[in-house]
């Protein structure tokens, strides 16, 4: 009999095989036992309200359990505009999160025996006090300011707190300076204010959308995918730069497919044509912006001739699409992107699409980017917090003045003893975030690593970073767990409820509860004056007019706007969030400090010969790293594969669907080998990858071995001056056919 | 009564949402699937294009594999959906090979499975699950006979295509291009 197809065929195209994960009796049972095999329409399914954590868009929904205990399925929340009711598939999938076998089960204690080091099965009171033990004896020593917290996701405020009355604020998270800092710097500088997340783009209502390295639709933030499409039925006009044919440019009137690391030239000469053409808004430019004539010199001899030299793409191309958005503008945004450290300017970058979205004077009208709004709730009482004798910034020791947030890796840094000095971090504790995977280098990690006296991992899954750990806490999923209200900003103030839908698996706790413990044995129990969650989210919802009661049954509650509306309103003034309440096309923040005042443009790293620019990305049903673990969503997407124009795969005599494992600029190979997948669409001198794959750790029995690891590969780090983003995409990989392993033993 | 469905080729991004939400409505099993993502990519870079569709069951009007199916397991229930009665069903694989568009495979249970079109939500009118979670909202699903569905709307209005003409199988899943 002909085997059945490859599992999905977006799966053979791109990576091939068969899909044969086993067998699936633990996740769903048997089929139903009616005569079609339907799902059984007489089982009323209890639904519990929830809001998705496999990723940070947030969407809120509902988690339905079985009759017999178990999540059926997650369906989206349709009151809820972050979602409309449709999750993303991650969110679908999040069904896997919580039944994954590979899950964190019990507390781990790391033991020596016999001279190997092993984790030892400890209870929780065991581990609790270990941790706070600890704790207590690194402050005692060197002062609470040596622990730090690196945190990503809705577990990190519990343990943020938790430091915070601890008297310590070394607190970092990856979304900074390996994500959207370049990004909000450059914004706040131009502005006065970023975009937030979920981002203020009006995508639904725009008549023109520019993509600059930004992957909608491969990047799956559920709002914007959703809004994209309704530009798509409305005929907006999108135009993509991108070095491959994303899902994106494929839907685009125009794709410029630039060549990787010149997008500033690119930015820069539109800029000319607005301005040098006239077609920029000069109404909304007068009234609002500042330093144009500053610019205007600036950019006089960015010319489309010029740029086209730098970039491949066409002055022709650059003049009509500048053209197409002055024409739908101010209902036209370059999009702010998300992932923005790429190449060490990424503010200046970051700064020169702000910079094209005032021109166009898309900040505060519809079909740009609009005003968002949220609620807040007031944080449940606590005494005041301590004020600890330094903090985060005094280990930038003087660089990057523009980081507002703290950066991973002078934390990092600062955790080294010849790099820590009188700042010296001497304990971690880890929530959410597989930190060998989503920072890079690895090498200076691994330095800090080594020199902790804590390494504390609070996660739901055994993801690399556990097996560094002194103590492993198992955290229960979100399907298991109350949490914070959602209360993000947007066209409107939303509050979404998370609560359990079933009982935490196996012995995990949620991270409040962890948080609490850990306070409570340290002293700090006024901090934590609760029973339990429910406790907090109750007062806090009372405080502002609204019940527990309520978002239990309904899961999500829209609130009217009160601050304004939407949109500035015609023949109103407004004033930016600026110093001097105007946009800054010329940033004198940036001159003070040292910097340029508006962007250039500088070459940067090309490939030796033989070599391809390393790009990596997102596909639509992983998260980072996170979700290679997940057997519903490893079955849609079981490993990465690695782009490859075939006429690049001809010179190299490789196939398609052949393993080579790829080494970089520095001589690092991936730790396995990765499917090559031909296709036309990724260029000459570049490979692409998408992010989170190759994990090393073999308790991932799903994900262990499966595809490479970009991270690894990510050793050439050019870091921004401005706030301290690392730059990662200025590496380079070969292709190996054989074995590099093998040939060593040889 | 005839429903069917509608796919826009120029919304989809091919990200499986529909795959996910069809496994966790119907209890397919990890590994199997009734509905998946093909991506065809045509020209040489850059001047290069790509289009995504999700694909599924075409609950044909004229279906070989209802036609080469010995315990008539396989059959067709009002409005045209295709369906396999599992008791019925020998496994024997035949309209496996029957059918052009790959929709059947061998449950582990010993029948063979595929897309119901969701028919245990579509009597109690809902969308089938595909067309209910996708974030882009490219799929219509309908009655042809009814002159006010979306479906018959967006096909009086869009150029569209269906898979595997030439196969004379008259499939009722169409792709709006």
């Known amino acids: 009999m002909k085997t059945r197809r490859d599992f999905i065929k977006i799966s053979a195209l791109g990576i091939g095989g068969t899909v044969a994960l086993g067998g699936a009796s633990w996740v769903l049972g048997g089929p139903m036992a009616n005569l079609l095999g339907l799902p059984d329409e007489t089982a009323e399914l209890k639904r519990f309200p929830t809001y998705c954590e496999v990723c940070f868009w947030k969407c809120a929904g509902w988690a339905y359990v079985k009759p017999d205990g178990g999540i059926q399925k997650i369906i989206g929340n349709a009151d809820d505009p972050q979602c409309n009711g449709r999750l993303c598939p991650r969110g679908t999938g999040g069904v896997g999160m919580y039944s994954d076998p590979d899950r964190l089960k019990k507390p781990l204690i790391r033991v020596i025996k016999d001279g190997t080091q092993s984790y030892r099965e400890a209870s929780w009171d065991e581990a609790l006090d270990y941790v706070s033990k600890k704790m207590q004896e690194i402050a005692t020593k060197h002062g609470p300011e040596s622990i730090a917290l690196f945190n990503h996701g809705s577990s990190g405020h519990y343990f943020t707190h938790l430091l915070n009355a601890f008297g310590t604020n070394n607190i970092a998270a990856p979304s900074f300076a390996q994500c959207r800092g370049p990004r909000d710097t450059g914004f706040e500088a131009t502005f006065g204010e970023s975009v937030g997340s979920p981002e203020a783009t009006d995508i639904r209502d725009t008549r023109c959308l520019v993509l600059i390295g930004s992957h909608i639709g491969e990047n799956m933030h559920n709002g914007q995918v959703q809004e994209m499409s309704d530009a798509i039925d409305k005929g907006a006009v999108i135009i993509t730069v991108d070095p491959r044919l994303s899902t994106a440019a494929s839907k685009s009137k125009y794709w410029l497919p630039i060549k990787p690391s010149t997008d500033i030239a690119l930015l820069l000469s539109w800029i000319h044509v607005l301005l040098y053409d006239e077609l920029y808004n000069k109404e909304y430019v007068e009234k609002y912006a500042e330093g144009l004539n500053e610019l205007k010199e600036h950019v006089k001899d960015y010319t489309p001739e010029w740029a086209y030299g730098i970039t491949t793409i066409k002055p022709e191309l650059i003049r009509l699409t500048a053209r197409e958005m002055a024409n739908a503008a101010p209902s036209a945004m370059i999009h702010p992107g998300r992932h923005t450290t790429w190449y060490g300017d990424d503010v200046q970058r970051s700064r020169a699409i702000a910079i094209l979205n005032a021109l166009l004077g898309s900040w505060g009208n519809r079909g740009g980017i609009f005003f968002k709004e949220g609620i807040k709730l007031p944080d449940f009482p606590h005494p005041e917090f301590p004020k600890p004798a330094w903090s985060w910034q005094d280990t930038l020791n003087g660089r990057y003045p523009l980081a507002k947030e703290a950066v991973t890796n002078t934390i990092i840094e600062a955790s080294i003893p010849e790099t820590g000095k009188e700042h010296l971090i001497k304990g971690w504790i880890i929530s959410g975030t597989n930190l060998v995977v989503s920072v890079p280098l690895k090498e200076q990690l691994m330095k800090a690593i080594h020199s902790l006296d804590l390494l504390v991992v609070v996660d739901t899954m055994p993801m690399e970073i556990t097996g560094y750990a002194d103590v492993v806490l198992p955290e229960c999923t979100y399907l298991e767990r109350y949490d914070d209200i959602r209360a993000s900003a947007h066209r409107e103030p939303t509050l979404a409820l998370r609560m359990p839908a079933v009982a935490p698996m196996h012995e995990t706790k949620p991270a409040w509860w962890i948080a609490k413990q850990i306070g409570e044995r340290l002293g700090l129990a006024a901090y934590f004056n609760y029973k339990d969650y429910e406790e907090v989210l109750e007062w806090q919802l009372n405080q502002i007019g609204q019940s527990l009661d309520e978002l239990k049954k309904v899961g999500i509650k829209r609130l009217p706007r009160t601050k304004g509306p939407l949109y500035i309103e015609p023949g109103s003034d407004y004033t930016f969030k600026t110093a001097s309440g105007k946009i800054q096309l010329y940033s004198k923040e940036f001159a003070d400090a040292g910097f340029d005042a508006m962007p250039t443009y500088q070459p940067h790293a090309e490939p030796q010969e033989g070599f391809y620019r390393l790009i990596y990305g997102r596909a639509p049903m992983h998260t980072f790293s996170r979700t290679a673990n997940n057997p519903n969503l490893v079955a849609l997407m079981p490993e990465n594969a690695i782009w490859v124009n075939p006429e690049v795969a001809n010179i190299w005599g490789i196939k398609k669907n052949q393993y080579v494992w790829l080494k970089n600029q520095d001589g690092v190979v991936s730790n396995f080998p990765v499917k090559v997948r031909l296709t036309e669409r990724i260029r000459w001198d570049s490979v692409y990858i998408v992010h989170g794959f190759g994990h090393h750790h073999k308790p991932l029995h799903l994900a262990y071995g499966r595809g490479a690891n970009d991270t690894e590969l990510v050793t050439n780090v050019v870091i921004d001056p401005i706030m301290g983003g690392t730059g990662m995409r200025g590496n380079f990989v070969t292709f190996l056919k054989d074995d590099p392993k093998k040939e060593v033993e040889s | ?177």
């Not at chain 2, 005839?2 to 989809?12: E, L, N, P, S, V």
């Not at chain 2, 496994?23 to 990890?30: A, G, R």
């Not at chain 2, 020998?90 to 449950?107: K, N, V």
């Not at chain 2, 595997?164 to 709006?176: D, K, M, N, R």
């Open chain 2, 1 to 177: 009564m005839r429903y069917a469905m509608a796919i826009d080729t120029r919304k989809c991004v091919g990200c499986s949402d529909c795959v996910v939400a069809c496994q966790t409505e119907n209890n397919v099993p990890i590994g199997f699937c009734r509905d998946w993502v093909s991506e065809t990519v045509d020209g040489t870079y850059p001047n290069v294009s790509i289009e995504l569709r999700s694909e599924r069951c075409n609950h044909c009007d004229n279906s070989p594999c209802v036609r080469c199916c010995p315990t008539g397991a396989s059959h067709i229930e009002d409005g045209g959906i295709v369906l396999v009665t599992q008791h019925r069903c020998i496994g024997c694989g035949a309209c496996i090979q029957a059918c052009p568009y790959e929709a059947r495979y061998s449950h582990p249970d010993g029948y063979v499975d595929k897309c119901t079109f969701c028919i245990h939500r579509v009597r109690k009118g809902e969308n089938p699950a595909c067309v209910s979670v996708c974030p882009t909202k490219c799929m219509y699903f309908g009655d042809l006979d009814d002159p006010n569905s979306d479906i018959v709307n967006v096909l009086k209005n869009r150029k569209f295509k269906s898979l595997a003409p030439e196969a004379g199988t008259q499939p009722q899943i169409f792709y709006l291009v």
